[in-house]
Each structure stands twice: as C-alpha cells, then as structure tokens.
C-alpha cells in the first residue's frame, strides 16, 4: 500500500529511487518516473518498464514518452515507445519520434519511424522514417523520406549524413535543393551549412536565375552538366 499523501506518480517515483545502483556515481546517475512501474531486479535481468507520462532525466538530457524500458547494467539502453520526446540541454537538439532507442554509454539516438530533429544551435531541420545521431562524434545519419530545412535552402533526399561539428551535409539517393525558386539536382548534393553553399555532383540538372551569383550565392558543379538549364533572371 502506498503511504497516504502519495499519489500514483510520486510513489511511481519513490520506488524508482529506491532501484537506482548505489554504485552510480554522480557523472552516471539516472532519475525517471512515471504512473506505474514494473522492475526485474534479478542479477544480469536488471530491467524496469515505466508506463504512462512516463520521464528519464540522465545528465543534461530529458525523454519523455508513453512508455520507457531501461535495461543492461546501470540502466545503459532505454528503449522508448508513443510520442517520444527528446531534448539535449548540452547540444541544443530536440528530437520527437514515435520509436527511440538510446545507449546512454556511447550517446547513441536511434529514431524509427516519423522524426523530426530540430538543431536549434544551427537553425537546422531534418525530418526522416529514420534518424541515427552518434552524439560523441557529432554525426546524424538520416535515412527515408528526407527533408531538411536550413535557412533559405531546403532539401529532399532517401539519405542524408550531417557532420554537425563541421557544418557539414550530404544528400544522396535522388537528392534535390531549393531556394528561393531555384532547383538543384544532382547524383550527389553537398550543403556547408554555415554558408549554404551548395555543391553538386555527377548528373546535374535544375532551373537557376541569374540573381543566385549577384547575390554572392556559390554553386559548384561536377560531372555531367548537359542539363543543367539556367532561367531568366531579374533586368
């Protein structure tokens, strides 16, 4: 029985308390709660299911979903299910999913199904089936259905690699860029995320104005560029 005063939530989080190792330390400690709690505490079986408004907090990073299932040694894995929601106080990332899968160990995200993750440090947004970000290396892995939206420029491809640290992205898979009415498209589209300029390789084609170099815009094209049309720009 739970002592009186206490409601669902609060005893949720009194016994989560109480299955936390005494050997973490402070670096590796882990708060969650949620409504209810169901806990294997067997030796090598460790594994806790936290359902309904269910919520972990490790470090500076917070998830949020309808159910949360830690498990491995030290809770190291969670593995996240119904409106994921993720936020990265140290990186300044939010990511919402439907399915999350996280190694608390090697920072390692891995996102299935509808995803979008918002880099609010460089105003960037990738939507994707599927999202993988390797949080030690600074490296997301996008794959399905991708779009990304950066400053003027936005893009669609089935994969994308964004080198976070180097401002760094490149499409492949039928990938195509936009701004401001012009249309890219390439084997190949490379983006510097910090000038957005854009670099195209291999078979190239798309409609681009005249206003794209006056405006000091770059564009560099490699490969085969037969179909490269350029349209009327402004008198």
Same mark, same amino acid.
């Given at each position: 029985?739970s002592?009186?005063?206490?409601d669902?939530? !609060?005893?949720a ?6 299955f936390?190792?005494?050997?973490l330390?402070a670096a590796d ?10 806990? %294997?505490l067997a030796?090598?079986?460790?594994r806790?299911?936290?359902s309904g408004r269910a919520?972990?907090?490790t ?15 030290d809770?190291?894995y ?8 993720v936020i ?14 996280y190694?608390? %160990? ?9 995803s ?9 947004v990738l ?8 949080g ?5 892995v996008?794959q399905? !259905?991708?779009?990304?939206?950066k ?6 491809s089935e ?9 760094s992205?490149?499409?492949?898979g039928?990938?195509s860029? @936009?701004?401001?009415?012009?249309? @890219?498209?390439?084997?190949k ?5 910090? %000038?957005?300029d854009?670099q ?14 006056a405006e000091?815009d770059e564009i ?14 402004k008198?």
């Amino acid at each position: 029985m739970s002592k009186p005063g206490l409601d669902g939530r !609060a005893l949720a989080l009194a016994l989560c308390l109480c299955f936390l190792p005494a050997a973490l330390s402070a670096a590796d400690r882990i708060s969650f709660k949620a409504d209810s709690v169901q806990s %294997t505490l067997a030796k090598g079986k460790e594994r806790t299911i936290l359902s309904g408004r269910a919520s972990v907090q490790t470090g500076k990073l917070s998830i949020s979903a309808d159910r949360i299932e830690l498990f491995g040694e030290d809770f190291r894995y969670l593995d996240c299910s119904g409106s994921v929601r993720v936020i990265d106080g140290d990186q300044s990332i939010r990511l919402e999913t439907r399915n999350l899968y996280y190694d608390r %160990t090697r920072k390692l995200t891995r996102a299935q199904g509808p995803s979008v993750l918002q880099d609010e440090k460089n105003e960037l947004v990738l939507k994707a089936e599927w999202i993988e970000s390797d949080g030690e290396a600074e490296v997301t892995v996008a794959q399905v !259905a991708v779009r990304i939206i950066k400053g003027k420029i936005s893009t669609r491809s089935e994969y994308a690699l964004y080198r976070r640290a180097d401002k760094s992205l490149e499409l492949t898979g039928s990938p195509s860029a @936009y701004r401001e009415g012009d249309v @890219y498209r390439a084997s190949k589209i490379s983006v510097d995320i910090e %000038t957005e300029d854009i670099q195209l390789e291999g078979s190239v084609s798309g409609s681009v104005s005249e206003k794209a170099g006056a405006e000091g815009d770059e564009i560099k094209a490699e490969g085969d560029q037969s179909e490269a049309v350029p349209s009327e720009g402004k008198d």
